[in-house]
Structures are given as C-alpha cells and as structure tokens.
C-alpha cells in the first residue's frame, strides 16, 4: 500500500494557544497545527524583503529593454500593449512609435488547422528545428474563442514545453477576452515589438474555427494550414475557403500506419489545389506531409518556406503584400476608432434604446435611424 501523506505535527498540549479548550480532543472540530517555525518566517521575510520588487518601467525603459533582447521587458511590453486601460494604451501606442524603425525584418508565418490537427506539437518541432539552425523564434497566439467560450482552446494545455525551455524562443498565449478585432490587433502590435527584439521568425498559430484564420492571414506574410488525413475535407475548410488563403498545406501525422492515408490525402490535396486561385501571386501552393511526433518532414517544411520567401522577395510580392496589409490595418484602426466613438457618445447612449425600439417595430426605416444618430453623434 502507498504511504498516506504526512499530516501536519499537532500542536503538544502546553504549547496550544489560549483559546483551545484544555479537553479539545476529538470532539473538538478544528484541529490546532504547528505553525511556522520563528527562523522560517523570517528567512522568509528575508528573501521576500531581497526579492526585486516589480518597478514601473518607462516608455524609454521599455524600448530599452526590448532592443537589448531582454525577454522579461519584451513580456511586459506585450502585457502593456494587450492593456485595455487608456493610460497603458498611451503608454504602448509610444512604445510603438520608438520600435517600429526596427520591426519588419522578421519572418511572419501564420500556422492554422482544427484543434487536435498537431498545431502545437509542429511549433515545437518546426520552432526547435529553427533555433538549432541558428533561428531566435517568437510563437504569439490569436484565440478569440477564450471570450466567446470562456475558456481557451490554445492556451489551456502545458505547450510546447521543449521550445518554451530555448533561450532562443519566446512564446506567449493569447490574450485572453475581446473581440476578434482587438485580439487581431493586440496580436500585429506584438508581431512588432517581437521583431523589434530580433526574432527572427514571428510564428501566429490559430485554431481554424472561422474568421481567424482571415484575421491571422492579414497580418502575416506567409500562411501554413496544417491538415490530418481522414477528417473529412468540408470540416478542416476546403469549403471555408481556407485552402484559399494557404500559402502551403501540410499533411501532419504522416507515421506509422497513418501514411498511406496521408499521401492519398496528399494526392487529393494536390489536385484541389489545381483548381484553386493562389493566395500568393508567382507562388504555386504545394501541399507537404509531416510528422510533427518522429519530426520527418520538418525540415523540408522550412526548406519550402524560405523558397517561398526567396521567390516573393525576388518578384517584389512580398513587400506589395506588406504595404497592402499596413493600409488595410489603418483602415481597419480607423473603422475601429469611429465605431468606438460613435457607441461612446453621450447623445448616441441617451437615444440608441428608443430609437432600436423603433426600428424594431417598425415605427422607423433604419436608413433614417442610422442618419439620425449618426447626427447626434456629431453634435
Ligand atoms: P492542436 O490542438 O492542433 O494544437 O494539436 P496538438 O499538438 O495538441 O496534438 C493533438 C494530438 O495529436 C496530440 O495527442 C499529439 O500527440 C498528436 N500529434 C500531433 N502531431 C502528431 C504527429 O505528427 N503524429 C502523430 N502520430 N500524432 C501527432
């Protein structure tokens, strides 16, 4: 039989405090414990009182801190950015304007497929397969789902715990609630703080759940969706579109007796593809197997990538795809900022009840309703 736990030593008699009834025996419900020992406490008050206390850090230390490649700041400077307070957003929008001379040399690589297809499991190979070539890789997560579900489908598992362990790796969950917008945005900030602290590779994994993949696709310059044979083409988003907007599929799982399945599968996949418009202009899609578990494959993934770069940057897609994603982005802040303006506005919260009552019942057209706020909006 296994040893029960040690329970805690029960205080001797002479040393109980006063308000224990001398006869406290069993029926006595609250069991008196030895506390902690007066040389443990203050040890403890020691190390605590040694403990570096967690100091305010300026704009400047920030920037500091994040071009030194100190992975500590570059955290807190992700926590700064994911900050719903306005002073935070102050704070960050600044941080940014300091960092953005030294954003845009990384590899921005975006990395989709259902939950269960081995997203996590391929980041750690491919990330582990990088940082031994020499690669510093940053892994940021975009999972809306955390605000709609409650719960997070990325961030709820011990992750990538051999990647996580490289001095050469950052890897930081997704911010957790708000809408698919703000997590997007949140999401492109810390992209470029990250390569703001030279990684060399930015890698956003997303569940393939709907609209992230849209999101995700829009702020990265290359965009992987990762398949398993087997579970049914409709589901993993051939009818989605999201085989539309991949710049390369790949089979994962192809080991053991899976591998017959998965190179039919990749025969399948080859002939869709065939039919489908690219994502990438000058960039045939190829569709790879993989097995993230025995790590076969991997690197022929990253070999594929750097194609892909080598060929978009030579053809000058690259940087059209790039200047095309910063405009859409201000467009997209700038539709942001008017929605928050406008719902914020004290004449549009005095009347948007009434006046979606009338809408509702038909007492107003919408068109006239809109207009008539928008108005009050204005002042
Ligand atoms: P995610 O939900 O997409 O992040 O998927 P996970 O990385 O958590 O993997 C889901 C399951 O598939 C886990 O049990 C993994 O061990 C397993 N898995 C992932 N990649 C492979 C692979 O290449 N081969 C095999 N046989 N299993 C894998």
New binding site residues.
């Given amino acids: 039989m296994k040893d029960q736990p040690s329970t805690p030593p029960e205080c001797e008699a002479s040393s109980r405090p006063d308000w224990v009834p001398a006869d406290a025996g069993a029926g006595f419900a609250t069991r008196v414990v030895q506390g902690v020992s007066p040389e443990l406490a203050k040890a403890e008050r020691q190390s605590s009182a040694a403990a570096p206390r967690r100091r305010r850090l300026s704009v400047d230390d920030y920037a500091t801190g994040v071009l030194a490649r100190d992975p500590m700041v570059l955290g807190r400077a992700i926590t700064l950015i994911e900050s719903n307070a306005p002073a935070h957003q102050e704070q960050a929008q600044q941080l940014l304007a300091k960092l953005l001379p030294h954003t845009g040399r990384s590899r921005r690589i975006g990395i989709t497929?259902?939950?269960?297809?081995?997203?996590?499991?391929?980041i750690e190979a491919f990330g582990c397969h990088l940082t031994e070539l020499g690669l510093r890789v940053a892994v940021l997560a975009i999972d809306p789902s955390s605000s709609v579900t409650g719960g997070s489908i990325l961030g709820d598992?011990v992750?990538m715990e051999k990647l996580s362990q490289r001095r050469s790796a950052f890897i930081r969950p997704s911010p957790s609630g708000g809408s698919l917008g703000g997590v997007a945005r949140k999401t492109r900030e810390a992209i470029l703080v990250c390569e703001a602290a030279g990684y060399d590779v930015v890698i956003v994994e997303t569940v393939g759940v709907g609209q992230n993949e849209v999101a995700v696709r829009s702020m990265v310059d290359f965009f992987l969706v990762?398949m398993i044979a087997g579970a049914g083409d409709e589901m993993q988003g051939i009818k989605k579109g999201v085989i539309e907007l991949a710049d390369a599929i790949v089979i994962?799982?192809?080991?053991?007796d899976?591998l017959p399945r998965c190179t039919v599968a990749q025969a399948e996949m080859r002939r869709v593809l065939h039919y489908l418009h690219r994502a990438t202009e000058g960039w045939e899609t190829p569709a790879l197997l993989?097995?993230?578990?025995?790590g076969s494959g991997v690197p022929e993934v990253w070999q594929m990538t750097e194609g892909y770069f080598t060929t978009t940057r030579a053809s000058g897609a690259l940087e059209k795809r790039r200047r095309t994603q910063a405009v859409e982005w201000m467009h997209a802040l700038i539709a942001e900022s008017l929605r928050t303006q406008f719902y914020t506005s004290p004449a549009v919260c005095a009347r948007l009840e009434a006046v979606e009552h009338a809408v509702a019942h038909g007492r107003m057209p919408a068109l006239a309703a809109a207009i008539e706020l928008i108005a009050a909006s204005r002042g």
């Fill in positions: 497929g259902i939950p269960g297809a081995g997203k996590s499991t391929f598992k992750r990762l994962n799982k192809a080991d053991g899976n993989a097995s993230s578990l025995t």
